[in-house]
């Protein structure tokens, strides 16, 4: 939830193109690339496990017999 919250509050600071959108929008960039980083990891990482999981139970499933 932080990390959506914070994504969405700085889609405006990326956008805009007013007065002082020069200084806010190199601070906002990093801000953005590491939330996004955090937003893809929260589906590889359970993905990955998932994967690894599946192919452990078939690798003993496969021993058995």
Known sequence: MTTA?????????LTSTGR???IMLP???PAFGGMMIAIVTM?????LYATVRDFEQHATEGSKH
């Open 27 to 29: 601070m906002a960039i």
């Open 43 to 47: 589906f590889v990482v359970p993905v």
């Open 20 to 22: 002082g959108s020069d």
């Open 5 to 13: 919250t914070t994504v969405l509050a700085l889609m405006p600071i």
